[in-house]
């Protein structure tokens, strides 16, 4: 089985919900107080993309965690094995004991998931396999107020993506990540 | 300070139920505790109202309430006003020297002689409550004493409809306005309605200056100038009468300008000005064209259900209170209010106790024997000895900060007791506030953190946050349902009380035992709820709520309305009894490029409004995760505007106005338009209130004129 997100832009309005529940449940720590401006490691990261010119601009947010790809370049791209792909679910998932830091799955995820915080080790979204595996949502796709983000199966996804007139993202690494705008 | 050991992951099991008090729309929430500690919070799941989300500032509730920056005892300053030494005391010792420099002052003068003021941070609810019961029982009218947001607008619908209709029937409307309001910042846990209708067919405008966040999402986006909301509203009124759009049964059997004989002569010019609130005449003033007004008008009349949300964004002006009747006005006149699909009247917060208040200690008599309910009672007037602003006191109950201020500087005020405000940040030219606040015999603030305002305290008192008190909850917004909630302590940081606790504890040092006879605020709210027959008991057995109301529509069809004739007061009685304008007039900003002799040297529109989703108000500066999403304040720039001064993005920008300079980091956006500049509000460092205008007063309401003025940008 492959696990993935969906994910709304129509409905996302950038109120960063999805980044503090992912912070608060994975207890990310924050860099803001030893070195102010800079910020700590975001496992969802909500980005605000503008096109367009006044005053026909277009205004759009994503939130962006990593895709847990069906073809993950980090995995390949790691000299230590250190990163892994599940077999029962799909996730992507990094074991820190193997990392050395060299952030190499960085340079070759083409959507800048991996993050780094004080160890200087990758660490990034698993897909909250604890609650998930505990029958709850994960933490972003929970507390999200406009029900932007929601997850699933491949298949699940796909009827979502069916009924929601959405697109599967396409990309060489072939990421479970459904679009809607 | 890194709070370890958060996260839920699922299996902390029986989180207990209580409510977010981190602004005032009050979210249901779970608290998930490990070993005694608060390790996280979550939405509920189940909550009919929040959908199981929570928002940013929410979430990170476990570093709000761990903050290291955070006030844990009571402190006497040592040092001169300002310098920053303190000593720490206990709360006896705090409690009983405010109690005595209270009563002597009072026994010198008059009890006027101390004011009771308060700010957001308490939050909407019990705690102002219990605050007007310790004004009243000392001898004084609770006081604003901070910025007066909100409170001119909802006086603005409620001398027009007798009540502010609040919940907006989303499920069942066709027409969603949001007009200078961003339910990302300010209501994000209930967006999902939003969209839900949006996705069923119903359509989205968004009125505003700048396109960000929900606004980006809406099927029209109407960019007005800022500060001119007044002329948009009276143009589309114009095109509903002149067009005949208008509502004939509600219109002549439940106004009191039956055929908008009035209303019609008003708009065509039989005004103080003369002026004919045309479209075209509109499109001067707002930048909006007269195509895109007419259609707006036309589109909201005569789509029979329509909510229109009105916000922050249209105040903070010399002309809100009109402002907030011609909003008004409109849903009144094309149907709207009080009607299934649109803009719902519903009980704001459950009928409470008049004796609670204790009014007759004031008027000399009860006043109000029925229950208490914000802005749903007929206006409240007492004549209070120096008000400027007697309809902002009667709306509200409260002295409006330009009387509070003018008190301290004449000397007839000569103590404040502050309870969550920080006024130093918040109002208009905070220089002129510090020296006002500098001449006090004794400032006591009640706050989390040392604020500006603590800074120049005498006494500062640690408040509780909302994770560390159990008090009744009502207070919401948008998806108003009449349900009275219990917010639960579950938490005790330092030797930070409840505002609720150092209220009855101060009210006890003063002698008002006869007012405040226990110590334990499960009396005083027992007391409050006594017309519900609800008790703090009863509702912790009910995490799930009590509701104290019912939601449904028309009700002026068999209620009436609360206001003299007994009906929507198209043209306002209770104005034109206070000598104002009986109907809208429109009154422009006191700086606007309309001003040919400023504008010269001071080409660009500053204006400001609330700092972001993740901040409520000055607040939350100092919490990590969220100080993450925005380190710094950045003020929009067009880039058309931009390439003028030569800015780029991230260059630090000079912004002066006649009254002063701020320095601010720029963000060239297409989310502005040009020949303006955006400045959140809120940031102590580069506080658009410097540059912003005390003097001009709305002279209803006496809201200070803190939204727009005009300066000149430089490259720095």
């Known amino acids: ?181 | 300070m890194f709070v370890n050991d958060v996260g839920v992951s699922g299996g902390e099991a029986n989180p207990v139920r209580s409510v977010c008090g981190r602004c005032h729309n009050h979210c249901n929430i779970d608290v998930f505790l490990r070993e005694g500690k608060v390790i996280g919070v979550e939405g509920v799941q189940d909550d009919p109202r929040t959908k199981g989300s929570l928002c940013s500032k929410g979430l990170a509730a476990v570093q709000y309430l761990n903050d290291p920056r955070r006030l844990l005892y009571p402190v006497r300053r040592i040092g001169k006003r300002g310098e920053g030494k303190w000593k720490r005391i206990s709360w006896d010792e705090a409690l009983n020297e405010i109690a005595e420099k209270f009563n002597s002052i009072k026994k010198k003068s008059e009890p006027q002689a101390v004011l009771f003021c308060r700010g957001q941070a308490a939050t909407w609810g019990f705690p102002y409550d219990i605050l007007i019961r310790l004004a009243h029982a000392f001898g004084n009218e609770p006081c604003m004493g901070s910025s007066e947001c909100f409170v001119p607008r909802a006086l603005g619908e409620a001398l027009t409809n007798g009540g502010f209709a609040m919940h907006h029937d989303f499920p069942k409307t066709d027409l969603i306005i949001l007009w200078g309001w961003n339910p990302t910042f300010g209501t994000p846990t209930q967006q999902h309605f939003i969209f839900d209708a949006k996705e069923r067919g119903a359509r989205l405008i968004a009125i505003d200056p700048l396109r960000f966040h929900i606004g980006a999402k809406a099927d029209l986006f109407v960019r007005i100038e800022p500060g001119t909301d007044l002329s948009l509203a009276l143009a589309m009124m114009y095109v509903i009468v002149e067009e005949a759009l208008w509502d004939r049964e509600c219109v002549n059997e439940w106004t009191n300008d039956p055929g908008l004989k009035e209303l019609r002569k008003h708009l065509n010019g039989n005004n103080r000005d003369g002026i004919v609130y045309s479209p075209e005449w509109a499109e001067s003033i707002t930048g909006i064209s007269k195509k895109i007004i007419t259609d707006l008008a036309r589109e909201y009349a005569t789509t029979k259900r329509a909510c229109m949300l009105t916000g922050h964004g249209l105040e903070g002006r010399i002309n809100v209170t009109q402002t907030g009747r011609a909003t008004a006005i409109l849903k009144a006149i094309t149907g709207h209010f009080d009607a299934e699909g649109c803009d719902v009247v519903v009980p704001l917060g459950p009928p409470r106790n008049p004796k609670f208040f204790l009014n007759e200690l004031m008027a000399g008599k009860h006043l109000e024997e029925k229950p208490v309910v914000d802005f749903n009672n007929p206006l409240l007037y007492y004549p209070v000895k120096d008000v400027t602003y007697p309809l902002l006191l009667a709306g509200q109950g409260l002295i409006p900060t330009p009387d509070a201020l003018r008190w301290i500087d004449e000397g007839r005020a000569k103590a404040v007791f502050m309870q969550g405000g920080n006024p130093l940040l918040m109002l208009p030219q905070p220089d002129e506030v510090r020296n006002s606040f500098e001449r006090l015999e004794l400032l006591v603030v009640v706050d989390p953190y040392l604020t500006e305002t603590a800074q120049i305290a005498d006494i500062v008192l640690p408040a509780a946050t909302y994770l560390e008190r159990t008090e009744i909850s009502w207070f919401k917004y948008e998806w108003y349902l009449p349900i009275l909630y219990l917010r639960q302590k579950v938490a005790q940081i330092g030797e930070a009380r409840s505002d609720v606790q150092i209220i009855i504890d101060l009210a006890r040092k003063l002698g008002l035992d006869e007012y405040f006879p226990k110590d334990d605020p499960v009396y005083y709210m027992d007391e409050i709820l006594k017309p519900t027959g609800i008790t703090v008991a009863e509702l912790k057995k009910h995490p799930e709520g009590i509701p104290y109301g019912t939601i449904s529509y028309q009700k002026y069809k068999t209620e009436g309305i609360n206001l003299p004739e007994g009906k929507v007061n198209i043209i306002s009685r209770i104005l034109e009894q206070f000598n104002f304008d009986p109907l809208p007039v429109y009154v422009d900003g006191s700086e606007t490029p309309r001003r040919k002799d400023l504008a010269r040297d001071y080409p660009i529109i500053a204006f400001s409004g609330r700092p972001g989703p993740m901040f409520v108000h000055c607040q939350q500066r100092s919490i990590p995760w969220i100080r993450e999403l925005r380190p710094e304040p950045q003020a929009m720039i067009n880039p058309k505007t931009a390439s003028e001064y030569r800015i780029t993005t991230g260059d630090d920008v000079l912004v002066e106005s006649p009254r002063g300079k701020i320095k601010i980091k720029s963000e060239v956006t297409n989310k502005i338009g040009p020949g303006q500049i955006y400045i959140p509000g809120g940031w102590a460092q580069s506080n658009y209130n410097n540059i912003g205008i005390s003097r001009d007063l709305d002279p209803i309401s006496g809201m200070a004129n803190y939204m727009t003025c005009l300066c000149r940008i430089s490259k720095i």
């Open chain 1, 1 to 181: 089985m492959q696990m993935g997100f969906f994910f709304d832009i129509s409905r996302c309005t950038g109120c960063y919900s999805c980044e503090i529940a992912c912070k608060q449940k994975n207890n990310l720590k924050p860099n803001a107080e030893a070195n102010p401006g800079s910020t700590g490691p975001r496992w969802r990261r909500v980005l605000e993309l503008e096109t367009g010119q006044y005053p026909e601009e277009q205004v759009s947010y994503v939130s962006l965690p990593c895709l847990h790809c069906g073809k993950p370049v980090c995995l390949e791209a790691c000299p230590t094995k250190a990163i892994s792909k599940s077999i029962e679910t799909g996730i992507v998932n990094v074991d820190k004991t193997k990392c050395i830091g060299c952030r190499y799955c960085f340079w070759a995820c083409p959507f800048g998931a991996p993050q780094f915080g004080d160890s200087g080790l990758m660490e990034k979204c698993d897909l909250c396999s604890d609650r998930v595996k505990e029958g709850k949502s994960p933490a972003c796709v929970a507390t999200c107020p406009t029900k932007a983000i929601k997850f699933g199966s491949l298949e699940e996804l796909e009827k979502l993506a069916r009924e929601k007139a959405s697109k599967k993202l396409i990309g060489a690494t072939q990421p479970p990540f459904f679009l809607r705008y």
